[in-house]
Each structure stands twice: as C-alpha cells, then as structure tokens.
C-alpha cells in the first residue's frame, strides 16, 4: 500500500529504536510524551509501541478521542432526540455504543425501536433529508477540526439544496484549548506531544505555538510505526538541545498553514462556544455550535428540550485517564466489570479509546 | 476518529466526487473541501468521506530519503 507499507518498514524502525535510545542516554531525567489523538493511541497499542522505547521514556494518552470526551450529559442529549418519534438520528458508528444514563445506548435505543443510522461520512445525511421529507434528520456533529469541516460542507450544501429537515446536533471541540488547559494541569508533568496528524492538515503549525512557549517539546506525527518512532525521536532532539518548536514529522500529510478552505468553511459555518469535556470540565470557547445564519440547522435550536439532568458513571476513572492522571489499571472497573463487550465508560467503547487499547495489547 | 487514508484518485465525476483507489479496495470521496486541487492519478487522504489533503510525492519521497541516509550513516 503506497503511503503506508514504507512507512513500516522494520529496518527504519531498528535503526529509529537506535537514535531514541542513543537520546534519551543524554537526557538524565524521565522522559513523559503524551499523544494527544486517539489515533495515535491505537497505533501506539496495535504496533507494540510502548515496549520497544528505553525504560526512561513514558507515553501517556491525552484527550484525543472525540467520543471520549463528549460529557455524560451530551450523550444523554443524543439519546433524547433518537428516541423521538419523528427523527432519523444520524451518526458515526464510534456513537453507537457509548452509554448514557442508567446504561443506555443509541444501539439499545436503535433495538428498541429508534431510528437511529451509521454513516461512515456526513453527507449521506444529504440523501437521508431527500428520501425522507416527512422525517427530521439530525446527524450527531461529533469530532475535531479533522471532521467538522465536513459537516459544514454538508450544510451548506443542504443550503444550496434548500433542504429543510436536516439539523447538526453540535458535541464538536476543538483541540488548542484543551492542550492549554492540559499545560496549566499542576499534576501533568509532560515534556512533550506527539501532535495529532489529521487535525494539524487542517489548523496547521501555528495553533501549538504554546507548546514550546510552555517550555515542551511538540511534534506534530503521522500514524505509522515509523511516523511515531520518528516523531518520538525528533521530540528527545528538541528536550536534548533545549530549542523547543512545533515541528513536522508528518510532512506527506500537511502543510504547514494548514487547510485554509476547510478552515475558512468551518468558521463560516460554526463559532466557538465554552463545552464540558469529560474529564477536563467546561473549557472556554472549546465547542463549536452552528453560527445565527445558520440557525435552521442547528438541532438545539429546532428542538425543544426537557431538563435532562445528567451524573457521570459511578466508579468510572475516565475523567481522569483521558487527562493522563491515571492508566486503565488504576480504575476499579477495568477489566473486572469494564470490558469491550460490556463498556461502562466511554474509553472503553471506542476502538481509540485509552482503555480499550489497553484492554487489547496490554 | 480522525482517521484518514491515502488514496489515488481514479476518476472525477461532474459533482466533484472522485473514486479513490486503496490498494485495490475502492472508495468515494467528495473533492469539495481539499487543500489543493487534485487530478485523477494524484494521491490524496481522506477522512470520513472527504478528501482533506493532496499528497506532495516529491515532498514524501524527499523525507524517506533523508531518513534512510541518517539511519545509514548513523548522523544524529
């Protein structure tokens, strides 16, 4: 597969392991790395990752993965409206599993009756709202500055289509200002990240600029053995000499100023609104909900809710695993009454999910 | 969830809607919100039904190269 088997390569990967090990000898401290996308965590996991790096170097897992991330209360959300009569509830099948309140799901919702759809990109929502016109179609708008530039090519293109009975329930976050609030987490000692590659072929380099400003290392990483081996490799060069930066590991995959267009959707579409991370809690203007103009397409405002009050899940450590504070071992649940089969918490329904990685390759 | 894939593009259709080809299986992409313009025959990654960005082959090549010679010549 072109673009990726090189990038497997075990020769590049040995002599990689070589110059990680070389420098972290020069480093006379523990070395703590965070990757901040779900991704990454998973690669990290499927390629045995952890065991290959010296002993003095600790990868943690950050508040990358969407699903993860999305509070108990905007689940509760979703399941309210899949479960309403006139609604087909869209969304990405990572949604399907996560439970809300008193161990519901949109997948229990969808058995008992909901019409709840997967799809595998926004824009089938556009023939869903065609072929239904009786029906309301709200599409679960879940993800980083990676994903929601498509849901705002899908309502735009619902606007060009003058198409009325499709609306985006808004859980999207964006990912600098949940970096920062990790940055200033007195309990987190990290000296470095390992950047999300996707998110950054939209935002570009210029959104970590506080990484180093912080005085830690940043790099920006794509998702093969090599891409992270390497990425771990350039982030010691940058704790070795001292001169930190946003650097590119992952340059096949990005330009350093980033997707304009999809950006310049993004924010014609959407505007920055405070939103609670699980974990993190309410971070200031770390959401996007749909902007005034587009107001007829935004769920919230479509849809009349009740007072859904909403309690994170007794026992679960997810909060703290997804800040990096603690690992799947430390919680009570896991692996004892927590397991993919049965998830309590959501880092363990998603395939990228912190706990589910460890569940699998650990 | 931020998953993307690289693919080469086989065809364009009227709507801005390209066939991508990874390693024989094959896939739609909408082309509406990728960073450069792309043609049949270039290679592209994509992400949840979108084409997010136009791979630069001499870019890609370059740093294959430049790692195989630090790796083979031991520079760090």
Redesign the interface.
């Known amino acids: 597969?072109?673009?990726?088997d090189?990038y497997r390569d075990p020769?590049?990967v040995a002599?990689?392991l070589?110059?990680i090990e070389?420098?972290a000898r020069q480093i006379s401290h523990p070395v703590t790395i965070m990757e901040i996308?779900?991704?990454h965590t998973y690669a990290i996991g499927r390629f045995g990752i952890r065991k290959l790096l010296p002993e003095s170097i600790r990868l943690i897992s950050g508040p990358?993965?969407?699903?993860c991330v999305t509070s108990a209360h905007d689940v509760d959300v979703a399941l309210y409206l899949a479960g309403l009569d006139n609604v087909i509830f869209a969304t990405?099948g990572?949604m399907l599993r996560v439970p809300g309140a008193g161990g519901d799901s949109l997948q229990k919702k969808r058995a008992a009756g909901a019409d709840v759809r997967v799809v595998?990109?926004?824009?089938?929502c556009i023939e869903l709202a065609l072929a239904n016109p009786q029906k309301e179609i709200v599409m679960m708008g879940?993800?980083?500055e990676?994903?929601t530039?498509?849901i705002a090519?899908v309502v735009t293109a619902c606007r060009r289509k003058d198409i009325q009975n499709f609306s985006v329930f808004s859980v999207h976050k964006i990912v600098p200002p949940a970096i920062k609030t990790l940055l200033a987490d007195p309990l987190l000692n990290i000296d470095g990240f390992l950047c999300?590659?996707?998110?950054s072929?939209?935002i570009g380099t210029a959104a970590y600029q506080m990484i180093p400003d912080a005085g830690r290392a940043a790099v920006i990483t794509g998702f093969e053995p090599?891409d992270i081996l390497?990425g771990v490799w350039m982030l010691l060069?940058q704790i070795v000499s001292g001169n930190m930066e946003v650097a590119i590991q992952y340059?096949?995959?990005?330009?350093p100023e980033?997707?304009?267009?999809?950006m310049n959707?993004m924010q014609s579409v959407f505007e920055t609104a405070d939103a609670e991370w699980r974990g993190l809690g309410i971070i200031p203007a770390s959401g996007l909900s749909l902007r005034n103009d587009f107001a007829s397409f935004y769920t919230l405002k479509r849809f009349t809710l009740p007072d859904i009050k909403s309690s994170d899940i007794s026992g679960c450590g997810c909060g703290d695993i997804l800040r990096g504070i603690k690992l799947p071992n430390d919680c009570p649940l896991f692996k004892i009454v927590c397991t993919p089969m049965n998830p309590v918490g959501p880092c363990m329904v998603?395939s990228?999910g912190t706990c589910s990685t460890h569940y699998k390759y650990y | 969830m931020c998953i993307g894939f690289p693919g080469k593009i086989i065809s364009i259709d009227k709507d801005n809607y390209a066939v991508i080809d990874i390693s024989g299986t094959r896939r739609e992409v909408c082309l509406d919100i990728v960073d450069e313009p792309a043609d049949v025959g270039d290679y592209v990654i994509s992400h949840a039904g979108y084409a997010i960005h136009k791979i630069d082959v001499a870019t890609a090549q370059d740093k294959l190269k430049l790692l195989q010679e630090l790796i083979d010549n031991e520079i760090y």
Request: hydrophobic share 30%; aromatic share 6%; with cysteine.
């Open positions: 597969m072109k673009y990726i090189e020769a590049l002599g990689l070589t110059k070389n420098a996308c779900g991704s990358g993965c969407p699903v990405f990572d595998s990109s926004a824009d089938e879940i993800g980083f990676t994903t530039p498509t090519a999300p590659g996707h998110v072929t939209m090599v390497e060069q340059s096949r995959g990005l330009r980033g997707n304009t267009r999809a959707l998603s990228e």
